[in-house]
């Protein structure tokens, strides 16, 4: 059974930086594409970032130049590097895992807040 499991989420001011990273579990995870959705009060779940298997990257045009999506095949990991962070990031942020043998999986989400 695949188990996503991610940390670092907490309250940090405008301005700030933090670090997420989601851990995968449960499976051999070759091909498989990971990546950061974000769910803010009363919206949509919406993409942040994702990272295919060889590396390429996508990113939603509010976070580009402040948010940085990378992955480490040797741990099954991917992280969120986010910096110059805004109100408007506030949300809970949630791993996802997919690939066309595995299916797709979510984590269960970690809470940001930005707030001075």
């Known amino acids: 059974q695949v188990q996503l499991v991610e940390s670092g989420g907490g309250l940090v001011r405008p301005g700030g930086s933090l670090r997420l990273s989601c851990a995968a579990s449960?499976?051999?995870?070759?091909?498989?594409?990971m990546g950061w959705y974000r769910q803010a009060p009363g919206k949509e779940r919406e993409l942040v970032a994702i990272i295919s298997s060889s590396g390429s990257t996508l990113y939603a045009d509010s976070v580009k130049g402040r948010f940085t999506i990378s992955r480490d095949n040797a741990v099954n990991t991917v992280t969120l590097q986010m910096s110059s962070l805004k109100p408007e990031d506030t949300a809970v942020y949630y791993c996802k895992l997919w690939s066309s043998r595995l299916g797709s999986y979510w984590g269960q989400g970690t809470q940001v807040t930005v707030s001075s």
């Open positions: 449960g499976s051999k995870f070759d091909a498989v594409d």
